[in-house]
């Protein structure tokens, strides 16, 4: 259908045009990285400890890159001028949206996939666990999601940068304490069962995170 | 000043005075806490209103957004500030009630944390207005932040509260709360309520008035250019 | 017979200050037509209200009688745009820019449309070029191939001739005369020697209002010049 060919066309751009900005991208996951050996050097803990601080680590790393990471979405566009372009364009609103979210979910795949083997190699704890990785996957969907409206409305005012942190963070709290507390039941040994409630939150979190500014994107990037 | 501020202000006034009578005259003391109990009426009826105050928020953000009066975000803006200062009392009135009871100023208990994080959205929802010189798009945004915020508040509050706490459960409704202490706490609650409308009146009529005067201005230097 | 653009009544307010007002414009199938007028009278603004970007706070537009929405997207694909900014992704190449666009638009066969038009506008042995490494006068022709890609019935170009030399302007003339498709054209303008080689028709806008109107019967730039500063100073 035309409408998801133009939602995965502003993806695949946005993917393709930031990946060859390298430095961005490379910043972006050395930040992650960085992220994680600031760890080491705040607490210096034994391995027992280090399990039980390691999903809060991940996304901690997780939060600060994909701040990172989501102000850029919508700067690619205004650097070059080019949000009007999409909006004379014959697509709608909401497709934007979801194009736009769609390739900031993989540049949060990317970084995951970076800080997880790097994790499990500096602190000698594998968090490489398929629920574990199922959790990461559904969080990051409302995590960007809402990031990305957060975002739209960033580049809009004075402050860019400053703007999406203090607006995001205590925003995603419900998705980062589920995500948190989900992971570290696995990592007890617990098994999904255990952690279903946790689950309920991050899905509930990601309907309506991906509902709402999926109609409220409109609002945003009018004149 | 309006007549309806004056009569908001002489409703909001005798009604505060009877729950003061309530509060510290005739309500019993209560049994384990002690006389610091008290600052319960004070504390539930702050959390109601904020409450309250953020839903008005959120309802008058979508009206905003439908209609594009201004007006309505007037509404929404003094409600957001009016709920940012009950916000900052649950707070406020929380630690001080914590001391005694839990031994320190702060614990993450759940209800405690949730208003943390209810706070932080709505500070940033002013800090964001001020990064945002024109006033239309400042109007706009303000909306979609106080619509995101007040759904968010929900889903906070659920997660925390899958974490043990300390905070006392709610016991309105059950045989917990004796009836002169229900009666004093709704008693409370509704002058909570006739104070809310106060502040309501004053800051939008404020508002008004600023939007008024910066008009009129514009218009006066446009003549004498 | 409908026309390719009617402006019923169009107003766009920023806060107090209304950069239209009450417009009323109708433009034929197949006609060219210059707007003119001085900095801040309302050109990029109509502009921007006919290619959707923007809001009219009033009144209406109809496109081939049909009257435009913000969520009409069939519409909305009759329209071309050039303006100030290319609209193009200085980190992708020609072809990938077009390619990109050529999505939005759902081009059928969009890889021989690319190349058709970039051949027309001279770019073809760049095509795999990262824009961000073209000059001006190249950018702004890719972004006229943007704005033609998808073969609008109606083009519209905010000042066009910004930034361009000779060479550059004339070429990107012939292509909106020459280009097969049959079209109507709306642009904006301070250049008054294309202006009277070009249009069909003209227009001046003064304050958000269109104060003059007037067919090209072959009058020369400076009647046009005396016509110019005759409204913009004249009786208001």
């Given at each position: 259908m035309n409408y998801w060919k133009a939602v995965f066309a502003i993806a695949k751009k946005d993917v393709i045009s930031e990946l060859?900005?390298?430095?961005?991208?490379?910043?972006?996951?050395?930040?992650?990285?960085?992220?994680?050996?600031?760890?080491?050097?705040?607490?210096?803990?034994?391995?027992?400890?280090?399990?039980?601080?390691?999903?809060?680590?991940?996304?901690?790393?997780?939060?600060?890159?994909?701040?990172?990471?989501?102000?850029?979405?919508?700067?690619?566009?205004?650097?070059?001028?080019?949000?009007?372009?999409?909006?004379?364009?014959?697509?709608?609103?909401?497709?934007?949206?979801?194009?736009?979210?769609?390739?900031?979910?993989?540049?949060?795949?990317?970084?995951?996939?970076?800080?997880?083997?790097?994790?499990?190699?500096?602190?000698?704890?594998?968090v490489i666990n398929p629920i574990v990785i199922l959790v990461t996957l559904l969080a990051t969907i409302g995590f960007v999601s809402i990031g990305i409206l957060f975002s739209a409305l960033a580049v809009n005012t004075r402050a860019r940068e400053m703007v999406l942190p203090i607006l995001f963070l205590p925003t995603v709290v419900p998705l980062i304490i589920a995500a948190v507390s989900a992971t570290s039941v696995i990592l007890d040994g617990g098994k999904f069962s255990d952690i279903t409630q946790y689950m309920l939150i991050i899905v509930a979190f990601d309907i309506i995170f991906v509902t709402v500014p999926f109609i409220l994107f409109r609002y945003i990037v009018e004149e | 000043m309006r007549r309806r501020t004056l009569i908001a202000f002489g409703i909001s006034a005798v009604m505060i005075i009877v729950a003061l009578v309530m509060v510290f005259i005739v309500c019993p003391t209560e049994a384990t806490m002690g006389n610091i109990q008290r600052i319960f009426y004070f504390h539930v009826p702050v959390a109601w209103n904020a409450f309250f105050s953020f839903f008005v928020t959120f309802v008058f953000g979508i009206v905003y957004l439908k209609t594009r009066n201004p007006k309505y975000d007037f509404i929404a803006e003094s409600s957001a500030k009016i709920g940012l200062v009950f916000a900052t009392l649950i707070l406020l009135t929380g630690m001080i009630w914590a001391k005694p009871i839990w031994g320190v100023w702060w614990t993450w208990?759940?209800?405690?944390?949730?208003?943390?994080?209810?706070?932080?959205?709505?500070?940033?929802?002013?800090?964001?207005?001020?990064?945002?010189?024109?006033?239309?798009?400042?109007?706009?945004?303000?909306?979609?932040?106080?619509?995101?915020?007040?759904?968010?508040?929900?889903?906070?509050?659920?997660?925390?509260?899958?974490?043990?706490?300390?905070?006392?459960?709610?016991?309105?409704?059950?045989?917990?709360?004796?009836?002169?202490?229900?009666?004093?706490?709704?008693?409370?609650?509704?002058?909570?309520?006739?104070?809310?409308?106060?502040?309501?009146?004053?800051?939008?009529?404020l508002r008004t008035d600023e939007y008024e005067i910066a008009r009129m201005k514009k218009r006066l230097l446009k003549e004498n250019d | 017979m409908s026309y390719a653009i009617e402006c019923k009544d169009l107003t766009k307010r920023f806060g107090d200050f209304k950069a239209l007002k009450n417009v009323n414009l109708s433009v034929d199938k197949n006609r060219i037509l210059a707007i003119l007028g001085h900095n801040g009278a309302g050109k990029s603004t109509l502009i921007r209200v006919l290619s959707t970007i923007m809001h009219p706070t009033e009144g209406k537009v109809f496109i081939d009688g049909k009257e435009l929405k913000e969520d009409?997207?069939?519409?909305?694909?009759?329209?071309?745009?050039?303006?100030?900014?290319?609209?193009?992704?200085?980190?992708?190449?020609?072809?990938?820019?077009?390619?990109?666009?050529?999505?939005?638009?759902?081009?059928?066969?969009?890889?021989?449309?690319?190349?058709?038009?970039?051949?027309?506008?001279?770019?073809?042995?760049?095509?795999?070029?990262?824009?961000?490494?073209?000059?001006?006068g190249m950018t702004q022709r890719l972004s006229l191939a943007r704005a033609l890609l998808h073969q609008p019935s109606i083009l519209l170009l905010d000042e066009p001739e910004t930034g361009l030399d000779r060479d550059s302007m004339e070429l990107l003339w012939e292509i909106v005369r020459t280009d097969d498709t049959e079209r109507t054209v709306i642009f904006t303008s301070h250049n008054f020697q294309s202006t009277v080689k070009i249009c069909d028709e003209f227009i001046i806008m003064k304050k958000g209002s269109v104060v003059h109107r007037q067919d090209n019967n072959g009058i020369t730039e400076s009647d046009l010049e005396k016509i110019y500063s005759e409204v913009n100073e004249g009786k208001k």
């Open positions: 060859r900005n390298r430095e961005i991208i490379s910043s972006v996951l050395l930040f992650a990285v960085l992220t994680l050996i600031i760890f080491h050097f705040a607490f210096t803990a034994d391995q027992k400890t280090i399990l039980s601080l390691a999903p809060g680590m991940l996304w901690v790393a997780f939060a600060f890159s994909g701040v990172l990471s989501i102000n850029r979405a919508f700067i690619s566009e205004k650097e070059d001028n080019c949000m009007e372009g999409l909006l004379a364009s014959p697509v709608s609103r909401d497709a934007i949206f979801l194009g736009k979210a769609i390739g900031s979910i993989v540049f949060m795949l990317i970084i995951e996939i970076v800080v997880f083997p790097v994790f499990t190699l500096l602190y000698n704890v594998s | 208990d759940a209800r405690l944390t949730s208003s943390l994080v209810m706070w932080l959205i709505y500070l940033a929802y002013f800090i964001i207005r001020s990064y945002i010189s024109e006033e239309e798009k400042k109007y706009r945004f303000g909306s979609i932040i106080g619509i995101v915020g007040f759904i968010d508040i929900p889903i906070v509050a659920l997660s925390i509260q899958l974490a043990p706490t300390t905070h006392p459960k709610a016991m309105i409704f059950n045989d917990g709360l004796h009836g002169t202490m229900l009666l004093t706490l709704l008693l409370s609650i509704a002058a909570m309520f006739a104070v809310y409308f106060l502040f309501m009146f004053l800051y939008y009529d | 009409d997207t069939l519409l909305r694909s009759k329209i071309g745009l050039l303006s100030h900014n290319s609209y193009l992704y200085s980190n992708l190449s020609a072809k990938e820019n077009l390619k990109f666009y050529s999505s939005l638009y759902n081009l059928k066969d969009p890889d021989k449309r690319i190349d058709e038009i970039l051949k027309k506008v001279n770019l073809y042995d760049r095509r795999n070029d990262r824009v961000g490494t073209y000059s001006r």
